[in-house]
């Protein structure tokens, strides 16, 4: 579990998936991807300097399907970070 006192943001892989309904998805379809990967987000938040954790489990809303989460430092509003990894994700 992580708490406010670690100073990191938890990004579901499920907020950049493009076939998930708006309330899991975190961005607009135009920055989302199809089938989003662990690597390609771990990738992202490297090049930005979020210092990623890669953990291997269940989005709660689909506990059905592997998905994954990465761990990262905040260092700007949550939102902002996930649109900033989005775009990462999008130009490589």
Same mark, same amino acid.
């Given at each position: 579990m992580v708490s406010k006192k670690d100073k990191k943001i938890v990004l579901w892989l499920d907020?950049?998936?493009i +076939? +998930?309904? *708006?309330?899991? *998805?975190r961005i607009s379809k135009k920055l989302a991807v199809h089938s989003p990967k662990m690597e390609k987000? @771990? @990738?992202?938040?490297?090049s930005l300097?979020? +210092?990623p954790v890669l953990e291997e489990? *269940?989005?709660p809303r689909y506990w059905y399907k592997k998905t994954g989460r990465v761990l990262v430092d905040k260092k700007i509003k949550k939102t902002a970070l996930i649109r900033q990894v989005a775009e990462k994700m999008r130009s490589d």
């Open positions: 907020y950049f998936d +076939n +998930n309904p *708006r309330p899991v *998805r987000l @771990e @990738e992202a938040a490297k300097g979020l +210092n489990v *269940r989005y």
